[in-house]
C-alpha cells in the first residue's frame, strides 16, 4: 500500500503518531501536516521531519488521497467546512474523535457527496500530549474502532434536534470503510467497527468513565499522604494527567452515556459501602475476586511508548 498525499490536520500525539507510522513505513509520498499556527507546527519543524507543513487547511488536502481530522471534536465541524472546497471527492476523509456520534452526524452532513466519509477512533492515547509525545509505535497492536453509518443510522441524522432537520445520508459505502480499515491496519493497528452510538455508549464504560474516576481519586489524598504514595496511586491515577481541556470536551459530548455508566459505578460503590460497614467479608471478597477475572482476561497492557 502506498498513499501519494496524506494530510494530517493536527500535529498532536495521535496526528504526529500518524505521521511518524506513515513515514517509517514508507506508505506515503508525501505526508502534510496543519496545525492553527506555525508555533503548534514548531515541535514538527524541529525534529527536521521530512513533511510539508502548513497553516492553510485547505492548501493541506489538496491532491490528498487521505485526509485524517486530527483536532478537537468541537473543531470537526469548522475544519471540515474548510477543506470541502478542496477535497478530491475520491480523498478517504476520516478522523480520530474519542466520540463518534456528534462527530459522525456532522462532518458526514458536511461532507456528502464531496469526499469518502468514515468516522474512526484509535484506541492509543496516552496521558501524554502534543507531538513531543508522538512516536511511531503508537498504533501497533491498539485497536481502531470505525464507525460507519447503517441505513437506521443515517436516517436517525434527519430527525429534528433543536429545530434543525437533517438531510437522510445513505449508508456509509463498503469501500470507504475498506479503505480506512486499510490505513489503520497499515500502521499496526487491529480494526472492528461499531455504528457511532454503540461506540459511545462502550466507549463511556471503558475510557470515558475511567478517566473521569481516575481524576475524582487523584483528588483524595490530604497533603501528608502523598509523601507515602508508591506505584499502585500512580498507576492508578496516570491518566488523570491527560490533557484537562481536551477531556472536559469529551466529558460534556458524551455526558449521556458517560452519566448511565456512572450510576452503575456509583451503585457497586453503594454496595461495597454496605459490605464494609456490615464487615460482610464474603461481599467484599466477591467484588476482589471477580475483579480479578475481569483483569486477567485483559491480558498484559499495551505498551505505551516505543
Not at 501519494?4 to 511518524?20: C, Y
Not at 508522538?134 to 498504533?139: G, P, S
Not at 492508578?236 to 469529551?250: C, F, K, L, V
Request: hydrophobic share 45%; charged share 15%.
Amino acid at each position: 500500500m502506498f498513499y501519494r498525499k496524506v494530510a494530517i490536520l493536527g500535529p498532536g500525539l495521535l496526528g504526529g503518531s500518524l505521521a511518524l507510522a506513515l513515514s517509517e513505513r514508507g506508505l506515503a509520498g508525501e505526508i502534510c501536516m496543519y496545525g492553527r499556527s506555525e508555533r503548534s507546527l514548531a515541535p514538527v519543524r524541529e525534529r527536521g521531519l521530512p513533511f510539508t507543513l502548513t497553516t492553510d487547511p485547505a492548501a493541506a488536502v489538496e491532491e490528498a488521497e487521505v485526509v485524517v481530522l486530527c483536532v478537537p471534536i468541537g473543531a470537526m465541524g469548522a475544519l471540515a467546512r474548510a477543506i470541502l472546497p478542496s477535497l478530491s471527492p475520491f480523498a478517504l476523509v476520516t478522523d480520530v474523535g474519542s466520540v463518534k456520534k456528534p462527530v459522525v452526524d456532522e462532518v458526514g452532513a458536511i461532507l456528502a457527496g464531496s469526499a469518502l466519509w468514515v468516522g474512526s477512533h484509535p484506541m492509543a492515547g496516552s496521558e501524554q500530549s502534543g507531538f513531543a509525545a508522538a512516536h511511531a509505535r503508537l498504533f501497533q497492536g491498539a485497536v481502531t474502532i470505525l464507525t460507519p453509518e447503517s441505513g437506521a443510522e443515517a436516517q436517525a441524522s434527519s430527525e429534528p434536534d433543536a429545530g434543525i432537520t437533517r438531510p437522510v445520508r445513505p449508508a456509509t459505502p463498503h469501500g470507504t470503510v475498506e479503505a480506512a480499515r486499510m490505513l489503520w491496519e497499515a500502521v499496526g493497528s487491529r480494526t472492528l467497527m461499531l455504528d457511532p452510538a454503540t461506540h459511545d455508549r462502550l466507549v463511556a464504560e471503558i475510557s470515558h468513565l475511567p478517566h473521569l474516576i481516575a481524576a475524582a481519586l487523584a483528588t483524595l489524598p490530604a497533603d501528608e499522604s502523598l509523601q507515602l504514595v508508591g506505584n499502585g496511586f500512580r498507576d492508578t491515577t496516570r491518566i488523570a494527567s491527560g490533557p484537562a481541556d481536551m477531556w472536559t470536551e469529551i466529558l460534556q459530548v458524551n455526558r449521556t452515556a458517560i452519566l448511565a455508566a456512572l450510576d452503575t459505578f456509583i451503585a457497586t460503590l453503594t454496595q461495597t459501602r454496605t459490605a464494609l460497614q456490615n464487615n460482610d467479608a464474603a461481599a467484599m471478597k466477591s467484588l476482589l475476586v471477580e475483579a480479578n477475572h475481569m483483569r486477567a482476561r485483559l491480558g498484559p497492557p499495551t505498551p505505551r511508548s516505543g
